[in-house]
């Protein structure tokens, strides 16, 4: 009855433990995480990042827009962290990055990118570089404008500009406007303007990202094909942003590309699939 009732104790710390463990990581603040929490300056902003894990190869993510943040990959950084190191930025004018003083864009996200990379990893060490939506339209520009930095890509829910989206995405993003996303979600515009040192900022990124949307086409079709790494493309099949057949366009342009299709999913696969998402990212990263 002893070894028995020892047994039982034993079984009821291991489970208490695993769960404690598991609330730990639930707990973890993505995007404002003193612990884990970096800057880079660059020539108008400081760039914030976290970082996590200390494998040997390490990944970037870049977060969606509007609604996004680091926050957003919450699952992922921890499943990805387990052996490798994981780089996640804040874009610049969400939560704790600086917005400065340029014109918002695809191209200068990359270069604040870019220059997150060439702090945060040893010289001449390649990263693997994950986007989602927003972020996925950044990471197609950084693998095409810095190759000396990417071993790999993989571009979730990203469209090559305006012309690969659908109706629902145009009348959605170009009347975005600060005043119509606080009535829509004030808590969760009342949770961004937290993180921010100035939270005026929300109102001048929303303002900027809705000019952004409104102008030209930020990447184009010749520098997806000079996109020479490994590289996978990965949509749910519902998308309700960008037209599926744009999805595979991306595909057909890229020289050693690999397209995932989330079957019954919508843009963000991540919540409607994660544990199949995270298993196709695994399998290709690996």
């Not at 979730?156 to 659908?166: A, D, F, K, Q, R």
């Not at 975005?176 to 996303?181: D, K, Q, R, S, V």
């Not at 949770?191 to 409104?214: F, H, S, T």
Request: glycine share 10%; hydrophobic share 40%; proline share 4%.
């Amino acid at each position: 009855m002893e070894a028995c009732a020892v047994f039982k104790r034993l079984a009821i710390v291991l489970l208490l433990a695993g769960v404690s463990m598991f609330l730990v990581a639930q707990k973890v603040p993505y995007g404002s995480n003193d612990a884990a929490g970096h800057y880079v300056q660059t020539s108008d902003a400081k760039i914030y990042y976290e970082l996590y894990g200390n494998g040997p190869q390490t990944i970037v993510l870049l977060h969606g827009g509007v609604y996004g943040y680091i926050d957003e990959f919450g699952e992922l950084i921890q499943e990805l962290s387990n052996h490798r190191t994981v780089i996640a930025i804040a874009t610049r004018g969400y939560g704790r990055s600086e917005i400065g003083k340029q014109p918002l864009s695809h191209r200068l996200f990359a270069e604040d990118a870019a220059a997150v990379i060439r702090q945060a990893v040893r010289s001449g060490e390649k990263v693997d570089v994950l986007g989602f939506s927003e972020g996925a339209g950044t990471s197609y520009l950084l693998a095409a404008s810095h190759p000396e930095l990417v071993n790999r890509l993989i571009a979730i829910g990203g469209s090559l500009g305006v012309y690969g989206e659908t109706l629902k995405y145009l009348e959605d993003e170009f009347t975005l406007t600060p005043e119509e996303l606080e009535k829509d979600s004030p808590d969760f515009v009342a949770g961004r303007k937290k993180l921010m040192a100035n939270p005026a900022q929300w109102d001048q990124l929303i303002r900027g990202l809705a000019e952004m949307y409104r102008g030209p086409v930020d990447v184009r079709q010749d520098e997806i094909k000079s996109i020479a790494v490994p590289s996978l493309i990965m949509a749910g099949d519902r998308d309700d942003y960008t037209r599926l057949d744009h999805f595979i366009d991306i595909f057909h342009l890229l020289p050693n590309g690999q397209l995932a299709l989330i079957p019954g999913c919508g843009h963000v696969v991540l919540n409607c699939k994660p544990d199949l998402v995270i298993k196709i990212v695994s399998g290709f990263l690996q």
